[in-house]
């Protein structure tokens, strides 16, 4: 049993009042954003720096975390994205040889307000009854009265656009300049392994900032488009969507994953949801509709394109894969262009490979449309 006699009291207050007490780890202070769970049992300093979670809350549903420290290669991006971490038990030391720090220290270095000692079996059943929401954690004033005015302070995620803030501030090359294949990089919040991936099957990156034009994209003739995952609301991303409307025009052989994948959706008239939790955890099961064959993949979103909505585009797209859960769309391919999107992460940065296949396919669509 994991003791926390030494540690301050921290509390944790759901926007529909529902309150939980427990101890403060990380940096200590006030946190609110949308309340989420992740069902992976490792991976979590991968989690905690995908641009994705950019002002979401983390509850952590694996019994242990930070047994095996932190080490900077396996981060995802710049910096730690959550706005704050909820777990069961946290352990201050950790026994991995490679790794640098304790989880306590680098959250703290990261500015993360935390709390532990939390029933969080209990909190995820209340999610997934009640819906994602937003919260509060507090290991400074913990008064019930401020902790609600926080709440009412703290925006929803619905109609929140946040890919903007996690962007690169100015286009960078990544890779090598005498590689095969010109990839042009759309950074909505791009994880790192996405670029490594691409890298590894002889692509030279150009990474763009969020709002950057086609026109500037297209100066650089790439071979191929990638737009990224990220964070947020894509029906509140106008300019995105402007965008990927271009794209679909470009004729350029097109990828996009997770907020890329329904940004392109958006843009050919189809619409995008709020789920009531989300999917995050690296055990998704889906089937790929072209193959038949299942897939075990990593994921994290809280918004998804609506069913229905892709029959009206049936003419020009097809589902390519399908939720073996809930049956919500997890991929769509257009029937006329060499364009193709998933909603999951075949970069499974933590993760199964199942899905990897999917930087192949891109590069093969890349090679036919040089050929």
């Known amino acids: 049993m994991t003791t926390y006699s030494h540690r301050p009291k921290a509390v944790l207050m759901l926007e529909d009042g529902k309150k939980f007490e427990g101890y403060a780890i990380g940096f200590k202070g006030v946190s609110t954003g949308e309340i989420c769970f992740n069902t992976?049992?490792?991976?979590?300093?991968?989690?905690?720096?995908?641009?994705?979670?950019?002002?979401?809350?983390?509850?952590?549903?694996?019994?242990?975390?930070?047994?095996y420290g932190a080490r900077n290669v396996e981060n995802q991006s710049r910096k730690v994205q959550i706005a704050g971490l909820i777990v069961k038990n946290f352990s201050e030391f950790y026994s991995r040889v490679m790794a640098t720090e304790s989880l306590q220290d680098y959250l703290e270095r990261h500015g993360i307000v935390g709390i532990a000692g939390i029933d969080t079996r209990a909190l995820v059943r209340h999610i997934r009854s009640k819906g994602a929401m937003n919260c509060v954690i507090s290991s400074e004033e913990t008064d019930e009265d401020f902790l609600r005015k926080k709440l009412r302070e703290t925006p929803s995620m619905a109609g929140c656009e946040l890919a903007s803030g996690v962007s690169v501030d100015e286009p960078y090359f990544y890779g090598n300049e005498n590689a095969a294949y010109r990839v042009a990089v759309w950074d909505y919040g791009c994880k790192q392994n996405?670029?490594?991936?691409?890298?590894?099957?002889?692509?030279?990156l150009k990474i763009?900032?969020?709002?950057?034009?086609?026109?500037?994209?297209?100066?650089?003739?790439?071979?191929?488009?990638?737009l990224s995952n990220g964070p947020g609301d894509p029906a509140a991303m106008d300019y995105g969507i402007a965008t990927a409307r271009e794209v679909l025009k470009s004729g350029k052989p097109v990828f996009g994953i997770c907020l890329g994948h329904q940004l392109l959706a958006l843009a050919q008239g189809m619409q995008t949801e709020k789920l009531k939790y989300g999917h995050r955890g690296?055990?998704?099961?889906?089937?790929?509709k072209k193959t038949g064959l299942g897939e075990i993949t990593s994921q994290n979103h809280g918004f998804g394109v609506v069913k229905e909505s892709v029959m009206a585009c049936s003419d020009e797209v097809e589902v390519s894969h399908v939720n073996l859960n809930d049956g919500s769309i997890e991929g769509l391919s257009w029937r006329h262009k060499p364009i193709f999107t998933v909603q999951y992460h075949p970069e499974s940065s933590p993760g199964p490979f199942d899905s990897r296949y999917l930087f192949d396919d891109f590069v093969t669509l890349i090679?036919?449309?040089?050929?």
């Open 367 to 371: 090679k036919n449309s040089k050929g």
């Open 194 to 204: 996405i670029l490594d991936s691409l890298v590894q099957r002889d692509c030279y």
């Open 40 to 67: 992976g049992m490792t991976g979590y300093q991968e989690i905690f720096t995908d641009p994705s979670y950019a002002g979401q809350i983390v509850t952590m549903t694996n019994a242990h975390i930070g047994n």
């Open 282 to 288: 690296i055990n998704h099961p889906v089937i790929n």
């Open 208 to 226: 763009f900032p969020a709002k950057t034009g086609i026109s500037t994209i297209l100066e650089w003739n790439p071979d191929g488009i990638f």
